[in-house]
């Protein structure tokens, strides 16, 4: 796992993407990230699904993925 500080990027507009992987997903099985990628990007690049004052919750739910 990897982790850096977000103070380089507070006020900024960045991009992360990266493809989902999955296997044995019947019952308990493996989910990882592959070919993450974190940039920066200026206003010209489109957002996808960008819901303004979408409120979000405070921690982390459904991590084993049950419903």
């Known amino acids: 796992?990897?982790?850096f500080s977000a103070k380089n990027?507070?006020?900024k507009r960045v991009?992360?993407?990266?493809?989902v992987k999955t296997q044995d997903i019947t019952g308990?099985?493996?989910v990882w990230l592959d070919n993450?990628?974190?940039q920066e990007v200026n206003y010209n690049t489109p957002t996808t699904e960008f819901i303004p004052n979408e409120v979000f919750p405070d921690?982390?739910?459904n991590l084993s993925f049950e419903e």
Request: glycine share 16%; net charge positive.
């Open 1 to 3: 796992m990897q982790q």
């Open 9 to 11: 990027f507070l006020g």
């Open 15 to 19: 991009c992360f993407s990266g493809f």
């Open 28 to 30: 308990k099985g493996q």
């Open 36 to 38: 993450v990628n974190f």
């Open 59 to 61: 921690y982390p739910k």
